[in-house]
């Protein structure tokens, strides 16, 4: 593996813009590395070496003309494949949708671009990011790095393993219910989930339009934060778009880096951080809390009780509302059409289309929130868990009155073997216990790395929770923990990431 391909983004960005290296050489090893072992991994669903080359030789011309775009300008970024990119397909890991290339880049990509950031493909989920674990892709299951015969994590399950690999020093993924921090966590890298709203969600793919939030992937919480702030930020073209300025990200996360957490108050969610996780899981997140006393922070236990109905009440809105958004896929305007052959009718061509275009978790989905919308169902069913949302939005309000951020683990197990929980899929949806609730009340949310479990040696995640438009506190903190972790053990976590021989599949 190229030195390159291990460095971190702010590094690479630095060598970049000193014109020691230049962004092609960078973007090539990462193109060698993916073809190195993504036959193993299958973390990219669409790569087109030529055009990432080309960009990346646009960004070498402009540094050495004198102008650098920005902080992160010639590093190589990996995209989720159900965010519109024009020069590349965008399929949501979805039959219906295979080969269709967007007319236009989303609004995430288009800052990329003007930040020199070179997108090197599109990364596998599951279809259209209804998953937890990653198999849910009409194009196979993406493997973890740390151990392949392991999940990633879902649904940005690609953009998790492309970036714990080194196929990728950075990624960008969406957060309905977990799909960033949740990979994160398996995976062993860095997570972010902004505050709903403050990223524009134009040209992303929609699923659960009041839950989806694209967020980042790093191997470092600046590398998280430094992305974070070019893709952030009002977008007038997102309804949903917050008009404020963007938290300083960056800024918390050197400050956290800098000094200790002296008066930071940080409750643990007694709800989340107990009985029902791993043992090694929750060793893992005890020390990391211990930690976080050794640097300052108050920490104390607090209740949120309503935080029990959110996997019930996230598992009815956001099917609902994907029931609805899905509807567009409709055989007329994109992608697949099944039966067109003039011997059906159009309402025929259409069912025929979903029928096979569609798996068996996205119909799965559909029923369940076309059911929940019905006449007969709505009161009972979806009112409900929307009154349950309300419960948790003052859970979070009432606990943040006392504490700057929240802690838990991020997931209550380590990444579980492939196949274990496919024909379970209430036990894949407990996968998202703890981090849903931060996604129905909208605030901000990551993951960091918080070592491994000692019952399975698999990362373990870190989930720090903070109140809207305050996701710089909880980069404080996770800089601040990040820092400790890798000065108490010598050696940065992410250095700790095994290359498995089995990923070498080829070259
Ligand atoms: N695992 C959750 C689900 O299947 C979350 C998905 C997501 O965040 N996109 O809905």
């Not at 993916?34 to 080309?54: P, Q, S």
């Not at 989905?365 to 007969?376: C, F, K, P, V, Y």
């Not at 929240?406 to 496919?422: D, M, Y």
């Amino acid at each position: 593996m190229s030195e390159l391909t291990r460095l971190s983004a702010e590094e690479i960005a630095r060598r970049v813009q000193a014109r020691e290296v230049s962004s092609v050489e960078v973007t090539r090893a990462h193109l060698d590395r993916i073809e190195a072992v993504d036959g193993g991994l299958n973390a990219f669903l669409h790569v087109d070496r030529d055009t990432a080359l080309a960009a990346a030789e646009a960004v070498d011309a402009e540094i050495a003309s004198g102008t650098v775009r920005g902080p992160l300008a010639g590093v190589p970024v990996a995209v989720k494949d159900n965010i519109a990119t024009k020069d590349l397909p965008t399929s949501c890991a979805s039959r219906i949708l295979e080969g269709w290339r967007p007319p236009y880049d989303a609004t995430v990509v288009r800052r990329l671009r003007d930040g020199g950031l070179v997108p090197l493909g599109k990364t596998n989920l599951d279809e259209f990011a209804m998953g937890g674990s990653n198999e849910n892709s009409a194009f196979g299951a993406v493997r973890n790095p740390w151990d392949p015969s392991r999940v990633p994590g879902g649904s940005s399950g690609g953009s998790a393993a492309a970036t714990a690999a080194g196929e990728a020093p950075l990624a960008l993924g969406s957060d309905t219910g977990g799909s960033i921090r949740q990979p994160g966590a398996f995976t062993g890298i860095v997570g972010v989930k902004p505050t709903y709203g403050t990223v524009s969600r134009y040209g992303l793919v929609a699923f659960s339009s009041s839950l989806d939030q694209i967020g980042t992937f790093g191997r470092s919480v600046l590398d998280a934060a430094l992305l974070h702030e070019v893709i952030g930020g009002h977008d007038p073209a997102d309804q949903t778009s917050i008009d404020a300025p963007l938290p300083p990200v960056v800024e918390a996360t050197m400050a956290g880096a800098r000094g200790d957490l002296a008066g930071v108050r940080v409750g643990v969610v007694r709800e989340l951080s107990g009985e029902g996780n791993q043992p090694g899981v929750l060793t893992a997140f005890t020390d990391a809390v211990r930690v976080l006393t050794d640097l300052g922070a108050d920490v104390v236990e607090v209740d949120c009780p309503s935080f029990t109905y959110a996997v019930p009440a996230y598992y009815l809105i956001a099917p609902s509302e994907a029931s609805s958004n899905l509807a567009r896929f409709d055989a007329m305007r994109y992608g697949l059409r099944v039966g067109d052959d003039g011997s059906h009718s159009t309402d025929e061509v259409m069912s025929l289309t979903r029928e096979a275009g569609f798996g068996p978790e996205v119909k799965r989905r559909i029923m369940i929130g076309t059911h929940a919308l019905s006449a007969g169902s709505y009161d009972a069913l979806y009112g409900r868990a929307q009154k349950a949302r309300t419960l948790i939005v003052r859970d979070f309000a009432a606990a943040f009155e006392h504490c700057d951020v929240l802690v838990s683990p991020t997931v209550p197990t380590t990444a579980f073997p492939l196949g274990e929980r496919v024909d379970d899929p209430v036990a894949m949806y407990l996968a998202d216990l703890c981090t849903i609730p931060t996604n129905l009340a909208g605030n901000a949310a990551l993951s960091v790395p918080c070592g491994v479990s000692s019952d399975d040696g698999l990362p373990v995640g870190l989930q720090v929770m903070a109140p809207a438009l305050a996701d710089d506190r909880a980069y404080r903190v996770a800089a601040a923990y990040e820092l400790a972790r890798d000065t108490s053990s010598g050696t940065p976590f992410a250095a700790t990431i095994p290359e498995p021989a089995v990923l070498e599949t080829s070259s």
